[in-house]
């Protein structure tokens, strides 16, 4: 079954380079960010992992925790973080969990029931296994994105999206196409001007139905 928009995530115990996890323990009560790869020593997925290790001053920020899947062993993780930490001359401090029976990638709907992994695989054969989950503290899911193997994620676009999910989150709002920390928050339909002008005090109407105004502090 497809995991959705607000479905709360799968939870499940599984072996990763820092040992044993329950994932829905390991979110606790943390924003948490699920990065999948197909397989461990791969190039693009190399300098991704590099840029979520060079980012943890960012994520520490936010009160995310991040956390990888890759359809490898634990060993082999352990090695990957040694060109991991290479390429981006930053510690990879994050767990990266093992998926070799596929179980956590068929879970989150990356790979269909059936999937299995031949012998002498490819990352051809996990290739869908390239997706982003921001993951709330209630457990559900708030965001994925998917990207195709010759394509390096944005990690600009997964800070900026985390913020904009915090913030709307924290403040009932919900924000405008390309929003940055700072900028102006769309107001609810569901909140009237009466309301919404002790809320937020001035206001500005754009149409009848897009309201914008800045948060205080």
């Known amino acids: 079954m497809a995991l959705r928009i607000n479905d709360t995530v799968p939870d499940f115990t599984a072996d990763t380079d820092h040992g044993e996890i329950r ?25 991704e992992f590099g840029a979520v290790a060079q980012l943890s001053d960012e994520w520490e920020k936010r009160g995310t925790k991040v956390i990888g899947i890759s359809v490898d062993s634990a060993e082999e993780h352990k ?22 029976g596929l179980e956590i990638s068929k879970a989150f709907d990356m790979l269909p029931a059936e999937a299995y992994l031949p012998d002498g695989r490819t990352p051809n054969d996990s290739a869908t296994v390239r997706a982003v989950f921001i ?22 676009e997964i800070v900026r999206a985390l913020d904009a999910l915090q913030t709307a989150a924290a403040n009932s709002v919900a924000t405008p196409s390309d929003w940055q920390v700072g900028e102006d928050v769309v107001i609810p339909n569901s909140l009237s001007d009466e309301d919404a002008k002790a809320k937020f005090g001035d206001f500005k109407t754009v149409l009848p139905y897009l309201r914008m105004a800045r948060l205080n502090g």
């Open 135 to 156: 993951i709330g503290p209630d457990k559900k899911l708030k965001l994925s994105m998917t990207y195709p193997m010759n394509v390096g994620r944005n990690f600009a």
């Open 79 to 100: 090695k990957w973080k040694g060109d991991i930490e290479h390429v981006a001359q930053a510690k990879a401090g994050f767990p990266i969990i093992a998926d070799e």
């Open 23 to 47: 994932f829905h323990d390991f979110i606790g009560d943390s924003w948490t960010i699920l990065f999948s790869h197909p397989k461990d020593f791969t190039p693009v997925c190399t300098t």
